[in-house]
C-alpha cells in the first residue's frame, strides 16, 4: 500500500503523506525517498509542498509500536536513516513548503521545521515535541534544528515543557509562518510555493544549503561516512 503519494500542479509538486497519522517506518521512509528523487531529478524552476492526506494528522512522528516490536532490531540503522531524512529536506535543493493540516508531533513536528516555509491550520491539531513527557531524550541534531526554526525562549518551552501550540499561537510565536481555515491550508501553501518557484533554482539552493549547513553538519555528524 502507499505511503506516499506525488502529484504536480504547474511548477509546484504536492507530496500528499497517505498512511492516517503518517508514523514513520521503513515503508513510509522509503516512500517519502522515492518521492524526494521524482522532485528532485525534475527540471526546471519547481516548488515542493508536503501534507497529510486526512484532516486530523499531517504526521505523529516515529511508528513507536514498530520500533519497540518488529524493528526493535532496525533501530539503530532505521534511526540513521530518520536522521538522512531530516538533512535532505532540510537541504533540498528547492523551496519546500509544509502544509500541516493536522497534529504534526514530534518527529512529524521535525519533519516540518526541516522545509522552508510552514502553513499550518488555525482551527484544530497542534505541533508538538513531546519527548519530554514520554521519556525519549532529543538527539543533538533534532535540537538544532529547532533551534533554528524559532525564537530562543520558544525553543526552550517547546523542548522542555512539551507544549501544544495550535495554529494561532504559533504563529504568533514564529513556529509557522501563518495559520489558516483548513481549506485553505494546502491552497495557501501552494501559492507560496508557486511563488518561490519562480526563483532562479542554483542561487536558491545556494543561499539555502549555506543558511542550513551548521544544522546539517550536526544530522551528518551522527550518520557514519560509510553510508551518507
Known amino acids: 500500500m502507499l505511503t506516499v503519494e506525488l502529484k504536480r500542479e504547474g511548477d ?4 500528499t503523506m497517505t498512511k492516517g ?5 521503513p515503508p513510509f521512509l522509503e516512500g517519502m525517498n522515492r518521492a524526494l528523487d521524482t522532485v528532485e531529478q525534475s527540471r526546471g524552476l519547481i516548488a515542493l509542498v508536503t501534507t497529510g492526506g486526512e484532516e486530523k494528522f499531517y504526521s505523529n512522528g516515529l511508528d513507536l509500536a514498530w520500533l519497540s516490536g518488529d524493528g526493535r532490531s532496525e533501530k539503530p540503522s532505521f534511526m540513521i536513516s530518520v536522521s538522512k531524512l531530516f538533512a535532505r529536506v532540510l537541504s533540498f535543493p528547492l523551496p519546500t513548503v509544509a502544509a500541516i493540516n493536522g497534529h504534526a508531533f514530534a518527529s512529524g513536528a521535525l519533519l516540518a521545521f526541516a522545509h522552508d516555509f510552514r502553513i499550518m ?12 513527557d514520554i521519556k525519549i531524550p532529543l538527539s543533538p541534531a533534532a535540537l538544532a534544528l529547532i533551534q533554528s526554526r524559532v525564537p530562543a525562549a520558544v525553543f ?5 515543557t512539551g507544549v501544544r501550540m495550535g495554529g494561532n499561537e504559533a504563529k504568533r510565536l514564529g513556529v509557522v509562518d501563518d495559520a489558516v481555515p483548513i481549506n485553505e491550508v494546502l491552497p495557501k501553501a501552494i501559492t507560496l510555493a508557486a511563488s518561490l518557484a519562480k526563483k532562479d ?10 543558511m542550513v549547513k551548521e544544522v ?9 561516512s560509510s553510508i551518507r
Do not use: H, W
Open 21 to 25: 497519522d503518517n508514523r514513520f517506518n
Open 156 to 160: 526552550r518551552d517547546l523542548v522542555l
Open 121 to 132: 491550520r488555525a482551527d484544530r491539531g497542534f505541533i508538538c515535541m513531546p519527548e519530554v
Open 12 to 15: 509546484v509538486f504536492i507530496l
Open 201 to 210: 533554482r542554483d542561487t536558491y539552493q545556494i543561499l539555502k544549503r549555506t
Open 216 to 224: 546539517v553538519a550536526v544530522f551528518e555528524s551522527a550518520i557514519p
